[in-house]
């Protein structure tokens, strides 16, 4: 119990090592959901974008550098609150729900929520969307004004599931912001935008409510901009840019072949390179975070188990208890960002260490209970008969009970780790760039969702059936050595 005790105290003590006060540094973090161009998407290796170049001339002519990262739109402004980013720069409307929460800078821009359809669609007006079904980008202005307005919506992550969703009948119209809507039409032609615009609205930075310096400072260079005409051929730069680009790839695809598709989605730009890099970034944690629920599992099932047997450790068993109860009891990815958001909210620490610390909790608890259940299985004359040689409760567990064991449930193991491979998939919650992040990537640049989400798909399922290829042979080889 020392040992145990003591490892957790080295942790904690590991992970303070890597606090970092933000108002040490002239660095300020940028967060944003990079699915949404022209404001921001990923060109390459890097987030660009009209609210990106603006924030980034605000804070160059305030002597500011700054980082960016990229997470779920509806994690955006949590991030801030949480101090895991200074400034949200995504596209943001003011409104008052979203001002009780954090302060906004003047705006920028006016923009509007319009309403996509199929060309064949009889949907012709606002007043037509009652009782069709409509989709929407979940969090966002237009998911607010559609529930508030009309009805309950279909929500999606970003918009270009919804847009492929639209495409292939699921949906009857998507409620998106103009000039994302508007490069969705010019890359299908199938569809089309109706005149009359849903609502208005303005953009605006959010910033934190205890940093009312820093908005002081974004609001007077904001004018400034606005004045000289800066903010302006920002704007014009990325509606050119967004224009030609998808320009160039409807010439690319006007055959619509699968080798173009392929191109397009896989080859142009080493896009391949999203897939593989978070490929890597999958596997690092799945198997970090196995190991690691290795260890707090072994730790919770002996726990347990003593006490089943002798009585003892009645504390700590009830601690272990209401660990397994709370973590089989809440999802994975609510875990994920209490541990990234709550817990480290004052830590700037490695993203792939938090979620190796969130899945490995998670994990801990399941391996806990199927290595219980190991040593469990073994027959109590086991036990017994390491006693009545002389043995010590624990020199028993670890020479005669634990062996056999661990046999018992290696393929339960097995099956964990593949089931903690898939479950990484929510990564992309705390702005890492997992496998799954690497195809919305893909998505948010071609605006296709059908070939990045399959291509994810496979990945995975080549890793599955290679893991369970390998878990057979394990199981075969402890058969035949049981023999």
Not at 321 to 342: A, E, K, N, S, W
Request: proline share 2%; aromatic share 10%; net charge neutral.
């Amino acid at each position: 119990m020392k040992r145990v005790f003591l490892f957790f105290i080295s942790v904690i003590a590991a992970f303070q090592l890597f606090a970092v006060e933000n108002t040490q540094n002239k660095t300020l973090r940028i967060v944003t959901s990079a699915n949404f161009p022209p404001y921001e998407f990923i060109e390459g290796s890097k987030i660009v974008g009209i609210d990106i170049d603006i924030i980034r001339e605000v804070l160059k002519r305030n002597g500011y550098d700054m980082s960016v990262e990229d997470m779920k739109f509806d994690s955006v402004i949590v991030s801030l609150q949480t101090g895991k980013g200074d400034i949200a720069a995504s596209g943001l409307t003011v409104t008052e729900d979203r001002k009780r929460q954090v302060n906004f800078s003047i705006p920028y821009v006016s923009a509007k929520q319009t309403i996509i359809v199929r060309k064949d669609s009889a949907i012709d007006s606002a007043a037509a969307l009652k009782g069709v079904r409509i989709g929407v980008q979940h969090g966002t202005t237009g998911d607010s004004y559609v529930t508030d307005n009309i009805q309950e919506p279909e929500r999606f992550d970003d918009a270009a599931v919804a847009v492929s969703a639209l495409l292939r009948g699921k949906l009857d119209a998507v409620v998106l912001d103009g000039e994302p809507s508007k490069v969705h039409v010019k890359k299908n032609p199938e569809l089309k935008l109706l005149d009359e615009p849903l609502t208005f609205e303005e953009y605006a930075f959010a910033v934190d409510k205890k940093q009312p310096e820093l908005l002081e400072k974004l609001n007077k260079t904001l004018k400034e901009m606005q004045q000289d005409g800066t903010i302006d051929a920002i704007i014009e730069k990325y509606y050119q840019h967004t224009e030609s680009a998808v320009a160039e790839n409807s010439a690319e695809n006007l055959d619509e072949g699968f080798c173009s598709e392929i191109y397009l989605n896989f080859v142009k730009n080493q896009r391949w390179r999203y897939l593989t890099d978070g490929f890597f970034v999958t596997v690092c944690v799945a198997f970090a975070s196995v190991l690691f629920g290795v260890l707090i599992g072994f730790g919770v099932a002996i726990i347990r188990s003593t006490s089943d047997q002798t009585g003892k450790f009645k504390i700590a068993d009830w601690c272990c208890r209401v660990y397994l109860t709370v973590i089989r009891g809440t999802p994975v990815v609510l875990q994920l960002m209490i541990i990234y958001f709550v817990i480290f909210s004052s830590m700037d620490i490695d993203k792939i260490l938090v979620a190796i610390i969130a899945f490995g909790i998670n994990s801990g608890a399941y391996v806990a209970e199927i290595i219980r259940s190991g040593i469990m299985s073994v027959d109590r004359g086991q036990m017994e008969a390491g006693r009545s040689l002389g043995l010590s409760y624990a020199k028993t567990m670890n020479l005669i009970i634990l062996p056999q064991a661990f046999k018992n449930v290696l393929p339960a193991l097995g099956n964990e780790f593949i089931v903690l491979l898939k479950e990484t998939s929510v990564c992309g919650f705390i702005a890492l760039q997992d496998l799954t992040k690497g195809g919305d990537i893909i998505r948010s640049q071609t605006y296709n969702a059908f070939l990045p989400l399959i291509a994810v798909a496979l990945v995975y399922l080549i890793l599955v059936t290679i893991f369970s290829k390998l878990l057979g042979m394990l199981e075969k080889r402890l058969k035949k050595n049981e023999q």
